[in-house]
């Protein structure tokens, strides 16, 4: 069991390794878009959802690292006076019957669409726009699954008494 969650977690620390530099890229591209814009005057629809894809990209690829370090946003404004054992039933639970069954969920219910999506090799968003919305669509269970994988992962610290 350990041998597979040092795999997801790997996984998901070079996932974040390669998708985090979207995020340098994102304002390069949003510069060029601006001093494209107001100093030369020339605008690209494409260019303008390219940004738009590497931000539904970092988002979407990165949920699984951001809950693997615990920087995700915590809702309970009273989990940190909890003790330790509160913690860990609050964060079993919440694995178990909140994270798990709504990825389930959002897998299941957004497959149709993305392969769909792949059928037609569905084009841009607006006219002018890159002809691959079909790539895009595919984060979605690609999140969901790198999402799951981590939770799975989270879940074993927690069981095996490694605080995840």
Known sequence: MGRLVDVIDGVNRL?????????????????????????????????????????????????????????????????SRLSEAARWRIDVFGHLFLLLPSMAALLYWSWPSVANSWKIFEGPISVGGLKAVFLMKTLIPAFAVTLMLQSLSQLAKLLTGERA
């Not at 303008?48 to 590497?54: C, D, G």
Request: aromatic fraction near 14%.
């Open 15 to 79: 996932i974040a390794r390669v998708v985090r530099w979207l995020a340098l890229l994102m304002v390069l591209v949003q510069f060029g878009i601006v001093l494209g814009r107001y100093v030369f005057g020339v605008n690209s629809i494409a260019v303008q959802e390219l940004v738009l894809y590497m931000h539904a990209t970092l988002f979407m690829l990165g949920a699984a690292y951001t809950l693997q370090i615990d920087k995700h946003v915590r809702v309970d404004i009273f989990y």
